[in-house]
């Protein structure tokens, strides 16, 4: 039997950040992972999605100028962006990740793990045998989601493309449907456009990203059809069938045969056959925690969750600051250190509640932080949406011929203070770190009125939201 003060469940990029600030507080950490050390986002997300959308929007920006456009007259060289792609991929090998875990001082166990009772986790390992890990402190499921597949007649026989085949393809298909509204479908809609295919997006509501602000949806709409995406609301697919190509039923009736589908329809976590049961939880569902990573309803103060896997945030970064956090209070709950559990204290995720940002890459791209003014108004604050024509800005307009961009501040108006900010533009990437410093800080509007953007930077519409905001 191996004993660890700490036992981590999945090496994706929580985990990682999880299990090394638990061993810089001075504990021993075993990882065990199942397939790639760096997880979802390192091979099948993240990394080479944003790998494949870089290309087509470094040669929209250039088209929007007059005398480069001149000079990228030509198509996307699709072979190049897949090469380059599958660097950023790490060619599907973790070498690199695991020298960094083991120079970090943690143990890797290459296996599929599950809880069996209290600090206590069976490995089958890949050789076909069983390790069984025991942990002096804490147990940290780490694992993730996986794409999830609505329950329809013939989907599994069509072998969809998910999100890993969406970002791993080496081959373009002349025709691609996507199905859903959400994040992975709008960024794969754009990538695969630009890579030459012809794509259908099927929405089964009435507008993309319905978590962020409406206006990011809406011009992202007008972005992905002005780049020949067939955007269609209000459908779904009620069947599929492959015989070579893959047609597609929907519920008007109609057909529609692609060469390709794929399925952006959500996650689910990855806690099924985690063994939950052994610890009074229900497989199948997220990890409940409280703002520290402890899992709700099991004593004991040993399992906590972290990433993914708890449903708080389903993003790199904020799995990644749970990691941090989380792996320090695991530490100080071992060494009997008191925790510092006010908001904004080292040892709760509070960011998770008040200020998550989040970039989508398509064409406008859109980054939001912190609450909506839906989100707001339905949590009781009294606020003011502050709003602004993005293009009109004189950095934008530089930046791109026809900039089209809009963005909005959400302002408490008993605190003076941003709860929330979203931009929708060419390039607004970068911009959002300031609005998340402004909603993470509370940075009084009175104060905001001296942080002068330098001219003529699309950060110029940091004043203008203020100038409106002020009348
Ligand atoms: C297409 C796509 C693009 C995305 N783009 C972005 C983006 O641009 N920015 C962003 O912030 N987020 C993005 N995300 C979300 C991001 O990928 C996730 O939030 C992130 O990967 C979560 O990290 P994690 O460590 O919690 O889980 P994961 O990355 O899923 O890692 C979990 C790990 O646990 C392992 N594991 C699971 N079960 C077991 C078990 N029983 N035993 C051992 N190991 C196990 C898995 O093999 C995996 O390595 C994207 C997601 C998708 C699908
Ligand atoms: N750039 C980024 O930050 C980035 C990029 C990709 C993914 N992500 C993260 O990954 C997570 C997952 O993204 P996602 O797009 O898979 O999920 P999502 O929840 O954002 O979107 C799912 C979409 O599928 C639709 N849908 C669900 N079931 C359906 C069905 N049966 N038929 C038709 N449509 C259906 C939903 O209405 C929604 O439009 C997101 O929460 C996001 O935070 C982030």
Known sequence: MDEFDVVVLGAGPTGENLADRAHAGGLSVAVVEDELVGGECSYWACMPS???LRPPAALANARRLPGAREAAGGTLDAAAVLRRRDEFA?????GGQVDWLES??????????????????IVDTPDGGRRVLTARHAVAVCTG????????????EVRPWTSREATSSSRVPGRLAVVGGGVVACEMATAWRALGSEVVQLV??????ARMEPFAGELVTQGLRAAGVDV???TSVTGARRDGQVTLTLDGGETLTVDEVLFATGRKPATA???LETVGLNPGRPIEVDSTGLAAGVPGEWLYAAGDVNGRALLTHQGKYQGRIFGAVIADRAAGRALD???????????????VPQVVFTDPEAAAVGLTLEEAERAGHRVRAVDYDLGSVAGASLHADGYLGRARAVVDLDREVLLGATFVGGDVAELLHSATIAVTAEVPISRLWHAVPAYPTISEIWLRLLETYRG
């Open 50 to 52: 944003k790998a494949l």
């Open 90 to 94: 790490a060619h599907w090998k973790d």
């Open 104 to 121: 970090a001082g943690l143990v890797l166990v290459r296996g599929r793990g599950r809880l069996d009772g209290v600090r206590r986790v």
């Open 145 to 156: 989601t996986r794409a999830a597949l609505p329950d329809l007649p013939g989907l599994a």
């Open 204 to 209: 089964r509501g009435s507008r993309l990203m």
């Open 232 to 234: 269609r609301f209000g």
């Open 273 to 275: 056959d985690l063994g």
């Open 341 to 355: 559990t006010a908001d904004w204290g080292r040892s709760v995720a509070t960011a998770d509640e008040r200020a």
